[in-house]
């Protein structure tokens, strides 16, 4: 762990009830009482806004409906767990892929399991027969497409998930899941989190000290900014847009929610209000990605790392917010020009190329974060635990937004997403 974990909150505070509500949710779904939040969680402690969030994406990810029950044995739905596992797996996520492959096949050994993680993150593994099932296969394969390369998602996959049984709604509700898992995959890797539960995970080691890609063969392995988008996906966009909003079932309630919060209502959560479960989660993490939530992360850098996630995915979604955001921060576009096309370097300050290259390895392989890494960072940058955290959390959000955009084709809103001041 690069970071110093505060387990001790406030009594009475909104962290501490945070806290409580997070224990009764895994007691809930682990059927038996739960003392600690899992580990993955310790970085968020440090900035409690950051913990809030992971309360509501376990709630969202713990939630079940009507639309696809439990059967009456009493089996499982895996959905949420083997979209987790894909997600976290294809970006190099050891420590979460390894919880979620104890979980999911227990009897394996370690090297069976290790035998999955590079499965998992291998770019042309289709994962055939990784389970006997042909809606999570299809299911998993679409998660890890998520992870390692959205924008090349078309209206085939969306009909391969069709076939796989898949409603609207639960397309929707996957590939919301497979985002926030995405976020929580790159915070955990960029955060060095490899703690051990005794008695539940085998004694953990980075995916560095076993890789055949050591030598950078995976430099761009969630995400290759170079890369061009097909004229014939870009059309696409439209087309795919119609066919969502065919067959919408979420709640009047649902965007009136939305409509309060910010006075209209974007494309991104018309969209995903097909699954609205996820609403209050995307509401508060969009709030929270407006602006720095600690007075160490500099709204510059804020600034800089939210434009380079969007340009690094070419996200249009995103574009003309985070422009605008480098304009306004510099009151002019000089800082617009330098991040953009590298031309008069002497616009960026040491600082501003510390945040350029850390965002850029969170983008592109976030599990090779070092402890070397962060500390050579945080020494330039003059951040403690909470403005680091504050930092890869801003990272994570918005490459988690960006992919869930791009999976999904939403069309640019033609206005800046932003909040309002209160």
């Known amino acids: 762990m690069y970071l110093t974990p505060n387990f001790h909150p406030k009594a009475g505070s909104g962290y501490a009830r945070d806290y409580a509500a997070l224990l009764d949710l895994y007691s809930t779904n682990f059927g038996q009482s739960v003392e600690r939040p899992v580990a993955t969680y310790w970085p968020h402690t440090i900035v409690p806004v950051y913990f809030r969030l992971k309360l509501l994406d376990a709630r969202a990810f713990s939630h079940r409906d009507s639309d696809n029950p439990a059967p009456d044995d009493g089996a499982q ?28 096949f227990p009897r394996l050994t370690a090297e069976e399991l290790f035998g999955i993680c590079e499965r998992l993150r291998a770019p042309e593994d289709d994962l055939a ?49 497979a985002a926030v898992q995405a976020h929580f995959a790159m915070a955990c890797s960029a955060a060095g989190v490899e703690a051990v539960i005794d008695g539940f995970l085998l004694p953990v080691k980075k995916f560095v000290d076993l ?67 996820y609403i209050e989660r995307h509401l508060y993490a969009l709030s929270v990605l407006d602006k720095p939530q600690t007075s160490e ?23 003309a917010t985070t422009e605008q955001n480098l304009i306004d921060v510099d009151q002019g576009s000089a800082l617009l020009l330098a991040v953009t096309t590298g031309h008069k370097r002497d616009a960026l300050s040491e600082q501003d190329s510390v945040v350029s290259a850390l965002t850029k390895r969170l983008v592109c392989n976030a599990y090779r974060t070092k402890a070397e890494d962060v500390e050579m960072a945080r020494s330039i940058m003059g951040w403690s635990d909470a403005g680091y955290v504050d930092f890869i959390n801003t990272v994570a959000i918005q490459d988690s937004f960006c992919r869930l955009a791009l999976a999904l084709h939403v069309v640019p809103d033609g206005r800046l997403l932003r909040f309002p001041e209160r």
């Not at 847009?241 to 006075?263: H, N, P, Q």
């Open 211 to 277: 890789d055949p890609f050591v030598d950078g063969a995976d430099d761009k392995l969630t995400c290759s900014p170079e890369s061009e988008v097909s004229a014939s996906l870009q059309n696409d966009s439209n087309e795919l847009i119609s066919f969502l909003s065919d067959d919408r079932t979420c709640e009047t309630a649902c965007l009136d929610l939305v409509r309060k919060e910010l006075g209209w209502l974007p494309n991104l959560l018309n969209v995903t209000c097909h699954s609205p479960e």
């Open 77 to 104: 739905d895996y959905t949420p767990l083997l979209t987790n596992l894909a997600c976290a797996g294809a970006m190099s996520a050891y420590w979460p892929t390894i919880v979620m492959c104890q979980m999911l």
């Open 129 to 177: 027969g990784l389970v006997d099932d042909a809606r999570y296969s299809a299911i998993m394969r679409w998660a890890k497409r998520i992870a390692q390369n959205p924008k090349v998602i078309s209206k085939k996959d969306f009909a391969e998930l069709g076939k796989a049984g898949l409603s609207t709604r639960e397309i929707v509700r996957v590939t919301q899941t």
């Open 297 to 319: 992360f500099h709204p510059r850098h804020h600034s800089i790392a939210r434009y380079l996630v969007t340009r690094f995915h070419q996200c249009a979604y995103f574009s």
